[in-house]
């Protein structure tokens, strides 16, 4: 047992400096300080020792709470309840009660908070559902908090932050699949049990964390009320607030504590007063223009109520789309989370699952009537089991493309409407411009889509991360002498990168490295669709 269990060790020390070799080549890593609580302090977050932070981080989707589109299912199986329901009909009951606790083990390890840390994040959100850490008569499960222990030991070795985000609330705080919700409805808001539930829940876990300080805060409520439960449930989700502070400060005086807005944590209304002196107003972003005015009433927020604003989830879009949302946040000093580290079969994410033979028929079968033999148990078990090795960090693809695309540090491609987001005489300038209703239309530079065909409203809308569409494409145009500025860090050699217009031909620009990136200045009447910079990073 001994020599095993020392086999095991040096196997997974072996590991570990392969992945942080491996992804270490690419990226700088951000250790978190640990010496003291993050907090807020003058409208920006501190840690311990008081240096102001702008945090990058990455959300732990479907470890604790599985979404059903991280696992390729269509509308059968969206919730945990639906895929639980799943995994026993197609494997059988005794199958599934062994299988989740077995996808834990599996879907997160040590070998991912390692390649985390090398990637340059220095904080994960961690999404909780409640079912995984509280009985249901509100007692703690001792066999959930183990894993956010063994989870918060992990960060704590490796220095990173972790930020608990009840992601499922007892009874569902959105009434949608991504909060657990028994009957599809918000119940936390419906049911007084479900909010005592709740209540206790938090006060539990700052009783546990209360001097943890590897745990960056309080996430309190994913996305809450969205659709038409934003207004019918407004005053009770303050009146919730409120108390679930009342709760945490009562055995936790320290810890940082978060708010999300409603409808998707994008309507921010309720925030018209400070509830807590040390919290963060946390917005989500998707799918929308990545410019000023989409984020104009967090920036209003952040200033009239003096607390520090957070964008905790946001990706699942193009290369393209994610180096500019991000880049905008961090020119306003706002950090960031994005969502997620790991699914099947993707491009946005830094993780790619590779789907084992016979994924499909699972998939299939999803779709399929209860009672339907599509695929047999003892199939069923084999495809599952191989996804559970195909999970581990080390069996999947690692695409640091993602990562780079996040965090500017040598991406492979730019859009040229991705330029910097710091107004002009910084991020640009123009002799004359026509800027485009509804993209970037704050800033003083020609935007335009490459074709007259008929354009989408939203552009935007790559939620699996393909490729733009001929009529989704965009350019800058620019005349002699104007210049845009791209944030980007590491080493860079300019004379390597590839400025290319809409036809795929080089643009008469000169390119120049400067103190935030890159100047691309045009010597003649120039149109930009893309930098290319692969091979542009000096080691």
Known sequence: MTTTATTATAATTAGILATTATVGSRFAPRPAHLDGFVHAH????????????????????????????????????????QIETLVDRLAGADYGAQFWPRFREAFLTETDVVAIAAAGFDHVRVPINARVVQHPDGRPREDGLALLDRLIGWCRTHRLWVLLDLHGAPGGQTGTNIDDS??????????????????????????????????????????????????????????????????????????????????????????????????????????????????????????ELGLPIYMGEGGENTLEWIYTAFRLYESEGIGWNLWPWKKIDTRTSPVSVVAPEGWAQVVAAAEEPEGTPAISPATAQGVL?????????????????????????????????????????????????????????????????????????????????????????????????????????????????RVLGPQGTPAPVRVERVERGLRVSATAPASLCTLHLRGTHRP
């Not at 977050?45 to 299912?73: K, S």
């Open 385 to 497: 089991d191989d996804l559970l090795e195909a999970m581990r960090f080390e069996h999947a693809t690692w695409q640091p493309d993602v990562v780079a695309a996040a965090t500017g540090c040598a991406p492979a491609r730019l859009p040229a409407w991705g330029f910097g987001f710091r107004g002009a005489g910084r991020s640009y300038a123009t002799a004359a411009a026509h800027p485009l209703p509804g993209i970037r239309e704050d800033d003083a530079v020609s935007i335009r889509f490459t074709s007259d065909q008929p354009h989408p409203e939203n552009p935007f809308q790559q939620t699996d991360g393909r490729p733009y569409a001929p009529e989704e494409q965009l350019m800058v145009e620019l005349g002699p002498g104007d210049w845009l500025e791209y944030e980007l860090e590491g080493d860079l050699d300019p004379s390597a990168v």
């Open 42 to 81: 003058d409208g920006h977050l501190v840690d311990g020792a008081g240096r102001q932070l702008l945090l990058r981080g990455i959300g732990l989707g479907n470890w604790l709470l599985p979404e059903g589109y991280m696992w390729r299912f269509g509308a059968g199986a969206q919730s945990p309840r």
């Open 182 to 303: 028994p009957r599809g409805l918000p119940e936390l808001f419906m049911d007084a049990t479900y909010r005592e539930r709740t209540l206790r829940l938090w006060r539990d876990l700052a009783e546990r964390y209360a001097r943890e300080t590897t745990v960056l805060g309080y996430d309190l409520l994913n996305e809450p009320l969205p659709h038409e439960w934003q207004h019918r449930y407004a005053d009770e989700l303050v009146d919730l607030y409120r108390d679930l502070t009342t709760q945490i400060r009562a055995v936790d005086p320290d810890h940082l504590i978060v708010y999300e807005g409603s409808h998707w944590a994008t309507n921010w209304d309720v925030f018209t007063q400070v509830w807590d002196e040390n919290s963060l107003l946390q917005f989500h972003k998707y799918w929308s223009s990545p410019d000023r005015p989409s984020i104009a009433r967090y920036l209003r927020t952040r200033d």
